[in-house]
């Protein structure tokens, strides 16, 4: 049960990101991504979303970087053509734990069936769905992994993909 509550907390902190990042969006431009993040095509492979992601908080949070932590699962899949907009890491008790934000111009509806669809796939028992508009998550288990994923509808039409782990 030591692990939930650590879970929890990381949860709590990425749902005042959450918040703190809609007050800080100012819509202005967003921040260089670091060379090393996740390549940005849009979802056949062929385009760059730069132009068409939506902007990302202009100021992060203490200990946050636009990219996805080293502490990120391999286990959990990154929505494609997606951009990081906002990750953190951290080892807690040796378990490793990470919150990330993605951005993409696709619908909550159309993220939620991808993450729904492939962690089915890869083995994952998914503990909890809700699957409506405007409240697109998943809580998902794979042996020693939990994640959590939340598709909220951003205001230009695409989706923030907020990702919790702890494997």
Request: hydrophobic share 35%; with cysteine; charged share 20%.
């Given at each position: ?6 879970f929890s907390?990381?949860a709590?902190?990425?749902a ?5 990042t809609?007050a800080?969006?100012s ?7 670091p060379?090393d993040?996740v390549?940005a095509t849009?979802?056949?492979g062929?385009?760059?979303?730069d132009?068409?992601?939506p902007?990302s908080?202009t ?7 636009a ?5 990120f699962?391999d286990?959990v899949?990154?929505y ?12 807690s008790?040796?378990v490793?734990?990470?919150?990330v934000q993605?951005k ?6 159309k993220?939620y069936d991808?993450?729904l ?6 083995g994952?028992t ?8 405007g409240?697109?998550?998943i809580?998902a288990t794979?042996g020693k992994c939990t994640?959590?994923?939340?598709a909220?509808p951003s ?5 923030s ?7």
């Amino acid at each position: 049960m030591h692990r939930s509550r650590k879970f929890s907390s990381l949860a709590a902190v990425l749902a005042m990101t959450c918040v703190f990042t809609v007050a800080c969006d100012s819509g202005t431009q967003e921040p260089a991504a670091p060379a090393d993040s996740v390549p940005a095509t849009s979802d056949d492979g062929t385009g760059s979303l730069d132009d068409a992601a939506p902007p990302s908080p202009t100021e992060l949070p203490e200990g946050s970087a636009a990219a996805i932590p080293g502490e990120f699962p391999d286990e959990v899949p990154i929505y494609p053509g997606s951009l990081p907009a906002q990750g953190k890491g951290l080892v807690s008790d040796g378990v490793p734990m990470a919150a990330v934000q993605l951005k993409t111009t696709d619908s909550p509806k159309k993220v939620y069936d991808f993450y729904l669809d492939k962690l089915m796939r890869e083995g994952w028992t998914i503990e909890e769905r809700e699957g409506l508009e405007g409240k697109n998550a998943i809580s998902a288990t794979n042996g020693k992994c939990t994640a959590t994923v939340l598709a909220a509808p951003s205001e230009d039409g695409g989706s923030s993909i907020f990702l919790l782990t702890e494997c």
